[in-house]
């Protein structure tokens, strides 16, 4: 999962990305709206922490653009004003949660956790294909019960591919969703990202196939 940070406040950029990526989301961050407004009209992110007071472009106009291009980005909005006139404002123009500063990073990364799901379309905590089972909450996954050791970034693709299962996913989205921006990741890096991941899986009735030159697809096995 990839979350975009728009926060000027380089001491409060800096705990967001520690915490975010220590729990498993790759991050990336800006400083104004205007680079905030750029990220966003080129890149893909699964979601927007979104900070009100930036420079250069106003959060809300930061909003109010994203939503006009239709995108249903989730986005959660951070102020230095929890006025009820702020709220509603971002609100009225698509903002999917609200958190006043300071906050606590707990509750964020809670928030962070149902918005993403919300924007995958489900609030289940779980994802389940056949016998394989990833916990997002706590970032593991599970085969016929027993838990994988998986690294970090087997982990993050294990979860695109579920979220994503019986559907076809490109190697140039799995980078996209994979990859800050700076990570030297390949096309054929994330081939041998996949034959790990493939190793570890593939024990039971479901493997990732090969779509050749388009992707992947992770499939349940016929019995």
């Not at 076809?168 to 991941?197: F, M, P, T």
Request: proline letters at 2%; aromatic letters at 4%.
């Amino acid at each position: 999962m990839r979350v975009l940070i728009a926060e000027d406040d380089q001491v409060i950029a800096e705990g967001l990305l520690r915490a975010l990526r220590n729990a498993g989301y790759s991050v990336d961050q800006v400083g104004s709206g205007t680079e905030a407004d750029a990220a966003l009209a080129s890149h893909e992110f699964d979601l927007l922490i979104l900070d009100l007071g930036l420079p250069k472009l106003h959060g809300l106009e930061v909003l109010r653009k994203l939503r006009g291009r239709g995108s249903s980005l989730p986005v959660l909005v951070l102020t230095a004003a929890d006025s009820v006139e702020q709220r509603v404002k971002g609100l009225d123009l698509g903002a999917d949660d609200y958190m006043a500063k300071p906050f606590s990073l707990q509750e964020l990364e809670a928030r962070v956790r149902a918005l993403t799901r919300r924007g995958l379309g489900t609030a289940a905590t779980v994802i389940k294909h056949g016998p394989l089972t990833f916990d997002a909450t706590g970032r593991v996954a599970y085969l016929n019960e027993q838990m994988i050791e998986l690294s970090a970034r087997e982990i993050s693709l294990l979860e695109v591919l579920l979220q994503r299962a019986g559907r076809l996913v490109s190697k140039d989205q799995l980078v996209e969703r994979l990859c800050e921006w700076g990570d030297e990741v390949s096309n054929n890096a994330i081939e041998v990202y996949i034959h790990r991941l493939r190793k570890k899986i593939e024990q039971g009735p479901v493997r990732i196939a090969t779509v050749r030159g388009l992707g992947y697809c992770l499939e349940k096995v016929a019995a």
